[in-house]
């Protein structure tokens, strides 16, 4: 399966200023991340920043770098204006890897990417969950599939709700009950994410906060890889910083 990642990295960020260029091991986050999206067998890979500093440290590690405008609402739409940019043919697979995933495994990226084709336009990921916090949490997203593996629906909410198992006790997940918490990874086709900018936001990503049902509001597929443990988490605080940072100094 031929791919292409790209890795969306704004330099703004209110909980952790210049995120993106925080040194792990003497590289950049973004450096990082990058050479993550390049093992996962990606044909290319391309850094899209809104920022001349952090074009400087790309080209200073030899990561491919493209600046785009400032004014993208998302990281979706910055990757469709690389994308374009690129000249990718319709059909081309687009691995949206999040700059701030330096310890994302490179599996996950190509299997995420092998499930996008001319009728599922657009992939992502899930993992099972196994403590009722996680379950009952909404900072948690979780995520219900069809028999084929599509999202059905993603929901901050408990889904699906164990009518009877949660009515007897919430301390414990009831036998045989495997929710799934979503994983902030996605895959396109370049014809889908070149259209993905010009579709009408979505009243249930308003309520929810999700942009991923927008896809689902206007009716298209999403696939999804079941995969079946939890990723390492990436990097929003101080403190998931100094996390990663102790991971490179084993």
């Not at 209110?14 to 590289?27: E, M, S, V």
């Not at 319709?90 to 890897?97: L, P, T």
């Not at 010009?198 to 308003?206: F, M, Y």
């Not at 939890?230 to 940072?245: N, Y």
Request: aromatic content about 6%; charged content about 20%; overall charge negative.
């Amino acid at each position: 399966m031929s791919f292409i990642a790209i890795i969306p990295a704004r330099l703004a960020s209110t909980r952790l200023p210049n995120k993106p260029l925080a040194d792990i091991g003497g590289k950049p986050m973004v450096v990082r991340t990058a050479e993550q999206a390049l093992a996962s067998g990606a044909s290319r890979i391309m850094v899209a920043t809104d920022h001349a500093d952090i074009v400087a440290a790309c080209e200073a590690h030899q990561i491919p770098v493209c600046l785009t405008r400032a004014d993208h609402p998302s990281g979706t739409d910055r990757i469709a204006e690389v994308a374009a940019r690129m000249a990718l043919p319709e059909d081309a697979v687009i691995v949206n890897v999040q700059g701030d995933e330096p310890l994302i495994a490179p599996a996950l990226i190509a299997a995420t990417a092998a499930l996008v084709n001319a009728s599922v336009p657009m992939a992502t990921a899930a993992h099972p969950l196994h403590l009722p916090d996680d379950v009952f949490n909404p900072n948690v997203v979780k995520v219900v599939l069809d028999k084929q593996g599509k999202a059905l629906y993603f929901s901050r909410a408990t889904i699906p709700w164990h009518r009877d198992g949660f009515a007897q006790d919430r301390t414990q997940l009831p036998e045989a009950y495997q929710p799934l918490r979503h994983i902030g990874l996605y895959a396109y086709r370049n014809d889908f994410l070149q259209n993905y900018p010009k579709l009408a936001i979505s009243p249930l990503e308003q309520i929810e906060a999700l942009e991923q049902l927008r896809v689902l509001w206007h009716g298209y597929a999403i696939a999804v890889h079941v995969t079946d443990s939890s990723p390492a988490a990436g990097v929003d605080t101080a403190e998931d910083l100094e996390r990663v940072r102790a991971f490179f100094r084993k």
